[in-house]
């Protein structure tokens, strides 16, 4: 009998502890370790200096770092926002011209489809009216990486902050432009909010990607 209170005893002062770990920030000690969103992320940025550079070798590499990674949700509207295999495909096709070599190339990335893919991503596509801001609910696992992604169509500017339950704001680095990631370790499982805000003057669509 006293072997079950004493137990009781430390649950309970266990479970304050919780409690009061849980009224403080979400962020734990760890380090994010890079998976399924930082490599769209990456193809993203690798995508988008192929076509200022028309080259079909980084187009057909952003789409083969793009095909390497499972992603489920909601598909990207026209136009394509996000990482978006065929799109990525065709461009490089149009790069590459007659030069059969790159076109065997990409055909063997389009064969290939989804191969040796690493952790998932979970896509949702959105419109971002003018001035409004949408905000979007996410759970997160407590001691593992936490990854949130978002591109942009580039036709206004998009802010996105990132807060715990208890509204502490998680630190991002800041991004310029339309494409926004920022990977974190929860201290426990808990949900977070996403807020994506328009601050210009016309509609945008993006997409927002998550692990």
Same mark, same amino acid.
């Given at each position: &009998?006293?072997?079950?209170? *004493?137990?009781?005893?430390?649950?309970?002062?266990?479970?304050?502890?919780?409690?009061?770990?849980? *009224?403080?920030?979400?962020?734990?000690?760890?380090? *994010?370790?890079?998976?399924?969103?930082?490599?769209?992320? &990456?193809?993203?940025?690798?995508?988008?200096?192929?076509?200022?550079?028309?080259?079909?070798?980084?187009?057909? $590499? $952003?789409?083969?770092?793009?095909?390497?990674?499972?992603?489920?949700?909601?598909?990207?509207?026209?136009?394509?926002?996000?990482?978006?295999?065929?799109? &990525?495909?065709?461009?490089?096709?149009?790069?590459?011209?007659?030069?059969?070599? &790159?076109?065997?190339?990409?055909?063997?990335?389009?064969?290939?489809?989804?191969?040796?893919?690493?952790?998932?991503?979970?896509?949702?596509?959105?419109?971002?009216?003018?001035?409004?801001? $949408?905000?979007?609910?996410?759970?997160?696992?407590?001691? $593992?990486?936490?990854?949130?992604?978002?591109?942009?169509?580039?036709?206004?500017?998009?802010?996105?902050?990132?807060?715990?339950?208890?509204?502490?704001?998680?630190?991002?680095?800041?991004?310029?432009?339309?494409?926004?990631?920022?990977?974190?370790?929860?201290?426990?499982?808990?949900?977070?909010?996403?807020?994506?805000?328009?601050?210009?003057?016309?509609?945008?669509?993006?997409?927002?990607?998550?692990?």
């Amino acid at each position: &009998m006293r072997l079950l209170f *004493a137990i009781g005893v430390v649950g309970l002062v266990a479970g304050g502890a919780v409690a009061q770990d849980r *009224a403080g920030v979400n962020l734990g000690a760890g380090v *994010a370790v890079p998976k399924g969103v930082a490599q769209l992320d &990456m193809a993203q940025r690798l995508f988008a200096l192929a076509v200022v550079q028309k080259d079909a070798v980084l187009a057909v $590499a $952003a789409a083969r770092l793009v095909a390497g990674v499972q992603i489920s949700g909601a598909q990207t509207p026209e136009p394509a926002i996000g990482p978006d295999l065929g799109a &990525m495909l065709d461009t490089a096709r149009g790069f590459a011209g007659d030069d059969e070599g &790159m076109l065997g190339v990409i055909d063997g990335v389009a064969a290939a489809g989804a191969w040796g893919q690493i952790s998932g991503a979970v896509r949702q596509a959105a419109l971002a009216e003018a001035g409004a801001a $949408a905000v979007f609910t996410q759970p997160f696992f407590g001691d $593992a990486t936490a990854e949130v992604g978002l591109w942009g169509d580039g036709l206004a500017p998009l802010a996105v902050d990132i807060t715990d339950e208890n509204g502490n704001v998680v630190p991002c680095p800041v991004r310029a432009g339309a494409a926004f990631y920022c990977a974190f370790v929860p201290l426990w499982n808990g949900n977070f909010t996403v807020t994506v805000t328009n601050a210009g003057t016309a509609t945008a669509q993006y997409a927002l990607i998550t692990n």
